[in-house]
């Protein structure tokens, strides 16, 4: 990893510590993510959005949310590995719209699961926040993959529950694509209220690493720039849950 990457990573830590939240432009990321070695299929990983299947859960916006979910289990080193296929679950204090039900959501492909991308992005990301956490020695890593898609006479909803904890550790948002796409600003807060920072995911690799526990997020409703054409916004989302301290 360059050393500037490196230098900008010490920095969001640091930023992470004392406000709970920040935002890392997609060039340091990439770097990141790439250590030594190029993302050789991050076409074929990003392409695999266009297969997610739609959020049944959301009734009025099933249409406009399309996802999948994975739950990986990794310790301090090594691989994330993944784990049998189960529910999504919040608590109704975190999910007012969706909480205290079992949520069941299609797979992530096989493909996409075992990929070395998304290898590098779970195991960069425990690596992060483990520093920020240095006595945890196990974490649930939860993935989400959701494709927002506005329609001609509505706005896509990246956050239809609102401004919100999602009930973890910390939180990796990584962009992966946006075509077609205006607004989709990323909002924090703190627990009374009073809104901390915001920023826009607006190129590939754009991150944002939050402290859960500390800081609310929500995102604001995207448009489509030329509503007679097809357009997306696609993220990843990556929640860590401590499993054991030390």
């Given at each position: 990893m360059a050393a500037t990457a490196t230098d900008a990573l010490g920095a969001a830590a640091a930023q992470v510590r004392a406000a709970g939240f920040a935002f890392v432009a997609g060039p340091t990321v990439r770097d990141w993510l790439q250590g030594a070695q190029p993302l050789a299929h991050w076409q074929r990983?990003?392409?695999?959005?266009?297969?997610?299947?739609?959020?049944?859960?959301?009734?009025?916006?099933?249409?406009?949310?399309r996802r999948r979910h994975a739950v990986f289990a990794a310790g301090r080193q090594g691989?994330?590995?993944l784990q049998p296929h189960q529910p999504h679950f919040q608590g109704l204090?975190?999910?007012p719209l969706q909480g205290d039900i079992e949520r069941w959501f299609e797979p992530v492909l096989p493909e996409v699961a075992g990929s070395?991308?998304?290898?590098?992005?779970?195991?960069?990301?425990r690596d992060f926040f483990g520093s920020l956490a240095?006595?945890?020695?196990?974490?649930?890593?939860?993935?989400?993959?959701?494709?927002?898609e506005p329609g001609a006479d509505a706005p896509g909803e990246p956050t239809p529950e609102g401004v919100h904890r999602d009930g973890v550790d910390f939180v990796l948002v990584l962009m992966v694509d946006r075509?077609?796409?205006?607004?989709?600003?990323?909002?924090?807060?703190?627990?009374?209220?009073?809104?901390?920072?915001?920023?826009?995911?607006?190129?590939?690799f754009d991150a944002a690493l939050v402290?859960?526990?500390?800081?609310?997020?929500?995102?604001?409703?995207?448009?489509a720039l030329d509503r007679s054409q097809p357009s997306h916004r696609d993220v990843l989302v990556v929640t860590y849950r401590v499993g054991a301290a030390g």
């Open positions: 990983f990003a392409a695999s959005w266009a297969s997610l299947g739609p959020d049944s859960y959301l009734a009025a916006h099933g249409r406009q949310r691989p994330a590995e204090e975190y999910n070395a991308e998304l290898g590098r992005i779970l195991e960069a990301g240095p006595g945890t020695k196990s974490w649930r890593i939860e993935v989400h993959q959701f494709r927002i075509h077609n796409i205006a607004k989709g600003t990323t909002k924090i807060h703190a627990g009374d209220g009073c809104e901390l920072g915001s920023f826009t995911l607006a190129a590939p402290d859960d526990r500390r800081v609310l997020h929500g995102v604001t409703p995207v448009l």
